[in-house]
């Protein structure tokens, strides 16, 4: 079965930019770049003239705003927008998520991190890289308070390790028992405990389990026809 194009646009008024991110995008097959624009003007052109599923945009850039944001959501609700950005605020990110922006990464993330901020987006979900949720933690702002029902962490890349952990976790295993099974030391597997919470930005365990049955880590009729 072939995989549905991803289509894709730029918004950024640095030329370098919009030809790097043309680079990293036309090595993947599923995404297909569909224009670029340097201005607020030239984007909603762009924008209307073509059916676009994911939109890069850099709205610290010169000429652009968090109105830039606004209007693609209100104007393209079909779009959903990635933030792309340099060094930023935490408020300047979470003002940027109150706008409509679905996904944020760094102007330095991996090539990996781009790529797969622009698919999790096309597919309904948001990503962030590692350093914007480490910007969002630092600051201490609360998260969960805000009312973003989708955040979630599942794009934050996980260690072999740590799968398998989350899989015995969200199975009811106890560290001991986890750490017999893979022959660590309970303290070794509650070290990856407290890093998988944190990377997910979760608090509990259940929570833990929702992300491995979500993730297909874990089958769901486990839970479902369990006699437990």
């Not at 610290?60 to 927008?81: H, M, N, Q, Y």
């Not at 790529?115 to 969002?136: D, H, P, Q, Y």
């Not at 022959?183 to 979760?202: E, Y």
Request: net charge negative; aromatic share 8%; charged share 25%.
């Amino acid at each position: 079965m072939e995989t549905p194009e991803i289509k894709v646009a730029i918004a950024d008024s640095s030329r370098l930019i919009r030809a790097g991110l043309d680079v990293v995008l036309s090595q993947e097959q599923d995404i297909v770049l569909v224009g670029e624009a340097d201005s607020p003007v030239a984007l909603t052109e762009l924008l209307a003239s073509f059916d676009v599923d994911v939109l890069l945009l850099d709205f610290t850039a010169e000429g652009f705003s968090l109105e830039t944001i606004a209007g693609v959501v209100k104007t393209f609700p079909d779009t959903r927008v990635v933030a792309i950005t340099p060094d930023q605020e935490g408020q300047t990110i979470i003002n940027a998520l109150k706008a409509g922006v679905k996904s944020y990464i760094k102007k330095d993330c991996d090539f990996d991190e781009i790529i797969s901020s622009v698919r999790e987006t096309a597919a309904g979900s948001k990503f962030f890289c590692g350093k914007i949720l480490e910007t969002i933690r630092r600051v201490n702002i609360d998260v969960d308070g805000e009312d973003w029902s989708g955040f979630n962490c599942e794009p934050v890349h996980l260690t072999e390790r740590e799968q398998e952990i989350i899989t015995y976790i969200a199975e009811g295993f106890t560290n001991t028992e986890i750490a017999e099974r893979l022959f660590l030391s309970p303290h070794t597997v509650n070290t990856h405990r407290k890093n998988i919470m944190q990377k997910l930005g979760v608090k509990n365990t259940a929570a833990v389990v929702m992300y491995a049955v979500k993730s297909n880590l874990v089958n769901v009729n486990k839970f479902l026809f369990s006699s437990g």
